[in-house]
């Protein structure tokens, strides 16, 4: 887009307070370019593109957010419940995940050697 001399900032799509009026515009003067002399939103949307303007809405990326923290949540619940089940000095002392799992691996190891002694 080309400015001229008696143009404004508020003319320009930019310069509008809206910003879906401003993506509205620029997409219909980017469009407009492709070759044959249709625009993009003549033609169907492929599936990647449904997929890409989906997962774009507020109300997906929401739900991903709660989906995500539900798993998150279950996660550590599992990593508590392990914790539990190891034999630690003191007792209440505080691991990481990677202490958990390798705490677990070593007291498996010694049950093992315990039943086959």
Not at 46 to 67: D, I, P, Q, V
Not at 78 to 89: H, I, Q, S
Not at 90 to 103: G, H, N, Q
């Amino acid at each position: 887009m080309m400015l001229s001399p008696d143009q404004t900032d508020s003319d320009l799509p930019w310069g509008q307070s809206d910003p879906e009026t401003v993506l509205n515009v620029i997409k219909v003067e980017c469009m407009g370019d492709q070759p044959g002399g249709k625009s993009r939103s003549d033609q169907p949307l492929t599936r990647e593109e449904k997929r890409r303007r989906r997962r774009a809405t507020a109300k997906y990326r929401s739900a991903h957010a709660t989906r995500e923290r539900i798993r998150v949540e279950a996660f550590n619940v599992a990593f508590a419940e392990l914790r539990k089940l190891l034999p630690t000095l003191p007792p209440d002392k505080k691991l990481s995940k990677i202490e958990i799992l390798r705490l677990a691996i070593c007291y498996i190891s010694y049950l093992n050697h315990v039943l086959d002694v």
